[in-house]
């Protein structure tokens, strides 16, 4: 018997990239979470908006949908998270 594995990374090099610059704090700021709408999503996001806002001060949080949970997300979730000062992204099966 002969046992084949497969690497299923991708062959090609990886651009590089600058990550972006990481907030000192998160006092104030603006969070958006993106859902897929799964169901288990809205447990955990409720969650961690409570966390972000006792514990690290985040003053506003806006809630997005996917129209597609398996397609990215929209033009105007993307836009709209333009102005948010970072993204959390989620699913929940």
């Known amino acids: ?3 084949r ?3 299923p990374s991708h062959e090609a090099e990886a651009l590089a990239f ?3 610059p990481r907030p000192a704090s998160l006092a104030g700021a603006t ?3 993106i859902s897929n709408g799964k169901e ?3 447990g955990f996001f409720t969650h961690l908006e409570a966390l972000l ?3 690290l001060g985040v003053a506003e949080v806006h809630w997005r949908t996917k129209g597609n949970y398996s397609a990215p997300a929209e033009g105007e979730i993307l836009d709209q998270a ?3 000062d970072f993204a959390i992204t989620g699913l929940g099966d």
């Open 18 to 20: 600058t990550p972006a």
């Open 5 to 7: 594995f497969l690497n």
């Open 40 to 42: 288990g999503t809205k």
């Open 53 to 55: 806002r006792e514990h």
């Open 1 to 3: 018997m002969t046992v």
């Open 31 to 33: 969070v958006g979470f």
């Open 82 to 84: 333009a102005h948010w």
